[in-house]
């Protein structure tokens, strides 16, 4: 099922305000100034939609409870279109009139403004986890999701735990996200005693997996893991689930929200999926995190009618690590809120960050928990379960 993408533009260029004035800490009643960058049309609408919804309740929570330091928050929305050059033009209209930008949740698009965002020096929150955003480290970009080598890293984590040591991968070699991921796992592989054969490249454009299939079915490969995003990954698991390979299909997070379990239907039941430890909020125990969680939860749900996705919950954590970044700055000098966020600790529905000079993604694998498709629900493993309720109350 597909977002109304359409009414969700117009509605965002409503809200979109051109600002005027500096981009220095103006002070006083000066609104402040932040510009976001978003798929809304194109092959990552439906990631960008929920994004955006979430950016959009997020400012509005803060300008309703009166702003930051009295300051009201001025949103100006931009689609990218799910295209990189796209992004580049979105980044010149914004960059003059902006204190800080929240960037594209498709990863090439945002891989090419960054070269811009290191020149103008803008803070830049990321929607996206590819890590050449952070590695090495860009001093004006924060990343908000855990990054594809930290996704990597916590499925080698619970492939060593549940006894699978050969692990056949497919990856969208298009895709900086997917293209990190499994090189992620090329990297961390041997240190938990898992070999990774055979090893299958797709497009983005691809609709037919029998090729991938018929190589795993003839592999001795003990799982497939899947790195991809949108339509692919659907058309994969409804291939995958009458293909007749008795497998674990492993997705990550990209998959971890009803956009995907509405169109994969029933053949996505029994999938497991790597995902953001908000979206499985339900299972935690109360503390520090559940209550972030919850927060966004009821809120988004109240107002969208479905609990909010994974890219949701990476929208709304962003506007909430850029507020407390402005606050601690004492307004919105773009160096002081660099400064801020290297330096900032906060609990979000995605997790505790813990950004620094040397870390600008901020996740751990503490933060991304394992479930299987139940009911058409994301069920915690029992691998995950037992961390959820030793880290709830963080």
């Known amino acids: 099922m597909r977002n109304p993408v359409p009414l969700l533009a117009t509605l965002t260029l409503t809200i979109a305000v051109a600002g005027c004035g500096s981009t220095g800490d103006s002070g006083g009643d000066e609104p402040i100034r932040i510009g976001q960058i978003v798929s809304l049309t194109g092959n990552y609408s439906p990631l960008g939609s929920e994004n955006q919804k979430s950016v959009a309740l997020a400012v509005d929570r803060i300008n309703t409870a009166g702003g930051i330091g009295g300051r009201r928050i001025e949103l100006t929305v931009r689609d990218d ?9 979105a980044f010149n209209e914004l960059k003059g009139d902006s204190d800080a930008i ?33 590695d090495p480290v860009h001093p004006w ?9 930290t996704y990597a890293q916590a499925t080698l984590e619970y492939l060593k735990v549940t006894g699978i ?29 898992v070999s990774l ?26 799982a497939l893991m899947v790195w991809a995003t949108g ?13 007749g390979l008795d497998l674990p299909l492993i997705l990550t997070g990209a998959q971890a929200s009803k956009l995907f379990l509405d169109p994969a239907g029933p053949a996505a039941e029994g999938v497991t999926i790597a995902h953001s430890i908000g979206v499985a909020g339900a299972a935690l125990p109360a503390g520090e995190l559940k209550t972030a969680v919850d927060e966004l939860t009821t809120a988004f749900t109240q107002a969208h009618g479905y609990p909010p996705p994974q890219f949701a919950q990476d929208g709304w954590s962003g506007v909430k690590l850029l507020a407390a970044a402005v606050e601690k700055a004492g307004g919105t000098d773009r160096a002081k809120v660099r400064d801020a966020l290297e330096g900032l600790t906060l609990t979000t529905p995605n997790g505790v960050y813990r950004y620094s000079a040397t870390d600008h993604s901020g996740l751990t694998t ?28 963080r």
């Open 165 to 193: 040591s050969r692990l056949a991968v497919a990856y969208d070699g298009r895709s900086s996200y997917a293209a990190a991921g499994f090189k992620g796992l090329q990297t961390r592989s041997g240190g938990y005693g």
């Open 366 to 393: 503490d933060f991304i928990a394992i479930s299987t498709v139940r009911g058409g629900a994301f069920v915690p493993t029992g691998y995950s379960a037992a961390r959820l309720a030793s880290i709830g109350g």
């Open 197 to 222: 054969a055979p090893t299958e490249e797709f497009q983005t454009s691809a609709t037919e997996f029998g090729a991938v299939f018929t190589h795993v079915r003839s592999s001795d490969a003990q």
């Open 102 to 134: 929240i960037g594209s949740p498709f990863s090439n698009s945002a891989l090419a403004v960054i070269p811009l965002v290191d020149r103008e020096e803008i803070p830049y929150i990321s929607l996206t986890p590819a890590d050449e955003q952070v």
């Open 231 to 243: 339509p692919p990954a659907v058309a994969l698991t409804k291939q995958y689930s009458t293909a």
């Open 81 to 89: 279109k799910s295209a990189p050059d796209q992004a580049v033009l």
């Open 141 to 149: 970009v924060f990343v908000v999701p855990a990054t594809s080598a």
